[in-house]
């Protein structure tokens, strides 16, 4: 429109996360094992002394680096035999990869915080 002027226009604020939503859940120190393994996200959450961590995503190298070991960790115990790999649709709760260590049972999960060490 001719002679109009136009509004200024003033940067946009980002929207700030609904940090009240925190008060749902417990403080650090307080969180239980039973609490943390309940939590339902996608993000990676490490758990320790009663404390979470919400960890960063992981970048494009970080997963190419971690898609090289797994290479090298699968053709490792397929040449060998002393333990197999199981991906997480094999049942595994809360892992994202299982090792199977043969005459020792699940022993630990290298790509997830969340799986516990047994014997």
Request: proline share 11%; hydrophobic share 40%; net charge negative.
């Amino acid at each position: 429109m001719p002679g109009a002027t136009e509004k200024p226009t003033l940067p946009e604020t980002p929207p700030e996360p609904a940090w009240d939503v925190a008060h749902l859940f417990p403080a650090q120190g307080q969180w239980s094992e039973e609490e943390y393994l309940g939590l339902d996200t996608n993000r990676l959450v490490e758990f320790s002394d009663g404390r979470i961590e919400v960890l960063p995503m992981p970048t494009t190298s970080h997963q190419m680096v971690v898609a090289f070991l797994y290479g090298r960790l699968l053709a490792f115990v397929t040449a060998t035999g002393l333990a197999r790999i199981f991906h997480p649709s094999a049942g595994f709760p809360q892992s994202a990869m299982a090792l199977l260590v043969i005459g020792y049972g699940l022993a630990h999960s290298p790509l997830s915080s969340r799986a516990r060490p047994s014997r």
